[in-house]
């Protein structure tokens, strides 16, 4: 909760900003500052690069996790001819 003796800082932030912190509070009672700390700011792990490198470790340790490219193509072709039903299909 909120202590007496907190110190506090106001910091201005662009409508945007305030917005998406706005939206991230659970409860109309939750407090900005709850929110900052349940914050996550750690953008790098979502870089393609680092998801990429994510995916091939996973392929190295279980290859079996992952379809054979035999089964995607396959996949591929069929979805593109299988053609969009129509309003007279039914």
């Known amino acids: 909760m909120h202590d007496l003796c907190m110190a506090t800082k106001t910091i201005s932030l662009e409508v945007d900003a ?3 912190l706005r939206a991230a509070k659970r409860s109309e009672r939750e407090s900005f500052s709850s929110v900052v700390r349940r914050g996550s700011w750690d953008n790098d ?3 393609a690069q680092n998801v990429l490198a994510g995916l091939d470790r996973l392929f190295k340790e279980n290859p079996r996790a992952f379809l054979p490219d035999k089964t995607l193509n396959e996949m591929l072709r069929r979805r ?3 053609r969009p039903k ?3 299909d039914e």
């Open 45 to 47: 792990k979502y870089k």
């Open 18 to 20: 305030y917005e998406r």
């Open 80 to 82: 593109r001819t299988i």
């Open 86 to 88: 129509s309003r007279c």
